[in-house]
Nanobody, 121 residues
């Protein structure tokens, strides 16, 4: 079993930056592909970013490309999401996940509890 805990969310103004962290306990994350998703009120959960197990392959949702960066630190058993140039439409609860992937398909198996990001104008 993998327990994931997100942190780093908060209130930020338009154009600002935040770095989210996803720390794991119970098992090492080093062999898991990881991904961030987000869910805004009244909307479906949306894919944000993906990173493969060794960090040499990343993918991003269209709405965050060029602004967000996913990375991982095996030594800290943590995955990060650096968010720059934030917009009001980035306001959501952000969830990290650990799962499995094959080709372009990713299946989240474990979820964190989420962290709120609010971008104010």
């Amino acid at each position: 079993q993998v327990q994931l805990v997100e942190s780093g969310g908060g209130l930020v103004q338009v154009g600002g930056s935040l770095r989210l962290s996803c720390a794991a306990s119970g098992r090492t994350l080093s062999r898991y592909p990881m991904a961030w998703f987000r869910q805004a009120p009244g909307k479906e959960r949306e894919f944000v970013a993906y990173i493969n197990w060794n960090g040499n392959s990343t993918k991003y949702g269209e709405s965050v490309k060029g602004r967000f960066t996913i990375s991982r630190a095996h030594a800290k058993n943590t995955v990060y999401l650096q968010m720059n140039s934030l917009k009001t439409e980035d306001t959501a609860v952000y969830y990290c996940s650990a799962g499995a992937s094959s080709g372009t398909y990713y299946r989240p198996d474990y979820w964190g509890q989420g962290t709120q990001v609010t971008v104010s104008s």
